[in-house]
């Protein structure tokens, strides 16, 4: 399989204006999320997504690839679709651009899951370790069926637990969605023809799409839990663990 693999970036951030472009420990983090993607080695191919001549020459300025997409994209997965559009390749995945400690052994066990031809998009999650991110909204909770397709993302507690019991006899457990995403060509394609349902527009997840369209997710649990920046304290945070790594 000829897998690329597309990192979303976008200039304009709310919270942390230039988030692609932001330093860290001697880097701009898209170079970061860059040089983690190529050690993935399943990977064949990495392009930085952007609509910012700016970030495609901090890309080009360390050996990287890049290409200019449009400015009128309401998500990084429609982005990654233009790629697809202009870049031919069996898989592509979808890396996020700020999450500069993606571990290459978590793309590569979302890459997997394609090993079987009935999967058409999968992504990962993690065990949540700290009870305190099950209430917290910023952190994206999965639930999924016997065969490990998504039955529902949240930012909600789910499952909740009804009974403290089961809590306290340690038979619950709660995992957290990465939002890393891998699609064969024709679903991610397709994704953009997609019409948005209210359970997206109430969540504000982009994943939802899909399983209010029908397209099942396949979810790959992994070990490798990752970090993502959106504010200036995460930059901080980020920094220290890059400093003492």
Same mark, same amino acid.
Request: net charge negative.
């Given at each position: 399989?000829?897998?690329?693999?597309?990192?979303?970036?976008?200039?304009?951030?709310?919270?942390?204006?230039?988030?692609?472009?932001?330093?860290?420990?001697?880097?701009?983090?898209?170079?970061?999320?860059?040089?983690?993607?190529?050690?993935?080695? @399943?990977?064949?191919? /990495? #392009?930085?997504?952007?609509?910012? &001549?700016?970030?495609?020459?901090?890309?080009?300025?360390?050996?990287?690839?890049?290409?200019?997409?449009?400015?009128?994209?309401?998500?990084?997965? $429609?982005?990654?679709?233009?790629?697809?559009?202009?870049?031919?390749?069996?898989?592509?995945?979808?890396?996020?651009?700020?999450?500069?400690?993606? $571990?290459?052994?978590?793309?590569?066990?979302?890459?997997?899951?394609?090993?079987?031809?009935? #999967?058409? #998009?999968?992504?990962?999650? /993690?065990?949540?370790?700290?009870?305190?991110?099950?209430?917290?909204?910023?952190?994206?909770?999965? /639930?999924?069926? *016997?065969?490990?397709?998504?039955?529902?993302?949240?930012?909600?507690?789910?499952?909740?637990?009804?009974?403290?019991?089961?809590?306290?006899?340690?038979?619950?457990?709660? *995992?957290?969605?990465?939002?890393?995403?891998? *699609?064969?060509? =024709?679903? @991610?394609?397709? *994704?953009?023809?997609?019409?948005?349902? $209210?359970? $997206?527009?109430? &969540?504000? @997840?982009?994943? @939802?799409?899909?399983?209010?369209?029908?397209?099942?997710?396949?979810?790959?649990?992994? &070990?490798?839990?990752?970090?993502? #920046?959106?504010?200036? &304290? =995460?930059?901080?945070?980020?920094?220290?663990?890059?400093?003492?790594?």
């Amino acid at each position: 399989m000829t897998v690329v693999a597309v990192i979303p970036s976008r200039y304009a951030s709310t919270r942390l204006p230039a988030k692609p472009l932001a330093e860290l420990a001697g880097k701009p983090m898209v170079q970061h999320v860059y040089e983690r993607a190529r050690g993935a080695k @399943l990977v064949t191919r /990495v #392009v930085v997504a952007t609509d910012d &001549e700016r970030i495609v020459a901090a890309v080009q300025a360390f050996g990287g690839e890049a290409l200019i997409t449009r400015a009128d994209h309401r998500s990084g997965t $429609e982005r990654m679709a233009e790629v697809a559009s202009h870049i031919a390749a069996d898989i592509y995945v979808n890396v996020q651009g700020d999450e500069p400690l993606i $571990e290459p052994a978590a793309i590569d066990a979302a890459v997997k899951a394609m090993n079987d031809d009935a #999967v058409r #998009v999968a992504t990962l999650c /993690v065990p949540i370790a700290h009870a305190q991110d099950i209430g917290n909204p910023n952190v994206v909770k999965v /639930v999924t069926d *016997f065969e490990g397709n998504a039955l529902y993302f949240s930012r909600a507690p789910i499952p909740w637990v009804r009974d403290p019991g089961d809590a306290e006899a340690g038979s619950v457990r709660h *995992f957290k969605h990465l939002g890393i995403y891998v *699609f064969r060509r =024709d679903a @991610l394609l397709e *994704f953009p023809t997609l019409p948005p349902g $209210e359970l $997206e527009h109430i &969540e504000k @997840l982009e994943q @939802l799409r899909l399983l209010e369209n029908g397209i099942p997710i396949r979810v790959v649990e992994t &070990e490798h839990d990752s970090v993502s #920046v959106d504010t200036p &304290e =995460d930059l901080a945070r980020v920094e220290k663990l890059l400093r003492s790594s």
